[in-house]
């Protein structure tokens, strides 16, 4: 029978390797993109994104700190995902009762510790998710040993989302103290053996997926090995985006507290697009949207661009690419996390200039269109 601590090596070795989902970068997606996150926060300079590409050159040390900032996991750390890691976190947690994560770096450590990069590449959402957890979560480092390392400012990172953690939790009301920052590991309770007759459904399925998260490459993944000039064609190509869900953990931890806050508590560290202005429905935020958390929807003469929330990261490219600078961020709450139903930010009806006759599409009632003003046939009116 293999160990316990088995496979929790074997899961977390399939943490280092990098992958690159080039649509889902802002820049990449719109010149107009100003984010350059992932290349402030390298501590190598080993990121390059240039020719539509998101290149990681040779002094790439793999620490995952590019993965921790990017906001709409256009780099990201391969299985497991932090997703996966939170579950197999509290899977163990329910065994052990007390859990410990530290650096990869961290020569110190046995195979029962789960360990990542660096504990900077750590995002706020995955450390809010453990630090309420009902058991301990210890953090093993040093900081004397981390200020010598090649990963800079990698425990400053950490430290710094911890405080944003604790900010967030006494805005909501949430008890979280499972983190504990330790120098040592401590001692943890080794899992009892189980014959085959006391392991339940939900334990031999974890089992089961730790193995496929080892075993498998994903489809997209092994294209993007092997090379097609067919795939690589089509993936520089600007189309819009499937949906994808960006904040499961936090959405699962409002669902579960939702009766004791209030849905309308602010989140400032999480964003999401805002009508300010007019919107005359260009789409350009709906194909550019790198999550796909824009959507446009035609009924007859009405018009709605709906937001996704679950989906909406606030990278803030939608108001980079507005024309008519009609859309700002301002902070989620509580029910953006868990109202699944998409809103509508912008409702408009079709229309007809009163000169050219064609068709105008706005969010406000419209005599003459952009182009009719522009050619100075409005005679000075104005939309």
């Not at 530290?102 to 450590?109: P, V």
């Amino acid at each position: 029978m293999l160990k316990f601590e088995s496979i929790i090596d074997a899961v977390t070795s399939r943490m280092e390797p990098i992958f690159i989902n080039q649509q889902r970068c802002s820049r990449i997606r719109s010149p107009l993109s100003k984010c350059s996150k992932c290349i402030d926060i390298c501590p190598t300079n080993g990121i390059d994104i240039k020719n539509t590409q998101i290149n990681l050159n040779d002094n790439c040390i793999k620490c995952g700190l590019c993965a921790s900032v990017c906001p709409n996991g256009a780099i990201s750390i391969q299985e497991p995902t932090e997703l996966n890691l939170y579950n197999y976190i509290v899977e163990s947690g329910k065994a052990n009762n007390k859990v410990a994560l530290t650096c990869r770096k961290n020569s110190n450590i046995s195979n029962d510790i789960f360990r990542v990069p660096c504990l900077g590449s750590l995002n706020l959402e995955f450390l809010l998710g453990i630090d309420i957890l009902p058991f301990e979560v210890n953090v093993i480092f040093s900081k004397e040993i981390c200020k010598e390392c090649s990963v800079e400012n990698g425990i400053n990172y950490y430290l710094n989302s911890m405080e944003k953690v604790k900010k967030i939790e006494r805005t909501l009301n949430l008890a979280g103290d499972s983190i504990k920052h330790m120098e040592s590991i401590p001692k943890i309770k080794k899992n009892k053996i189980l014959n085959d007759n006391e392991v339940d459904d939900e334990r031999r399925e974890f089992l089961f997926s730790a193995f496929r998260s080892v075993k498998k490459l994903p489809s997209f993944a092994i294209k993007y090995v092997l090379g097609s000039n067919e795939e690589e064609k089509k993936s520089r190509e600007i189309v819009p985006n499937p949906t994808f869900s960006k904040y499961p953990i936090l959405t699962k931890i409002f669902n579960e507290e939702k009766d004791k806050l209030a849905s309308n508590i602010e989140m400032i560290d999480y964003l999401k697009p805002s009508l300010k202005g007019v919107c005359n429905f260009c789409r350009a935020c709906v194909i550019l949207c790198p999550m796909g958390a824009l959507k446009y929807k035609e009924d007859e003469d009405k018009v709605d661009i709906l937001l996704i929330n679950e989906a909406c990261t606030g990278c803030g490219l939608c108001t980079e690419v507005c024309y008519y600078k009609s859309l700002e961020l301002k902070p989620k709450k509580v029910d953006d996390f868990t109202v699944m139903q998409p809103r509508i930010i912008a409702s408009g009806t079709k229309q007809r200039c009163s000169i050219c006759k064609q068709i105008i599409t706005s969010s406000e009632i419209t005599e003459i269109c952009l182009s009719c003003i522009k050619s100075g046939k409005g005679n000075g009116r104005q939309i």
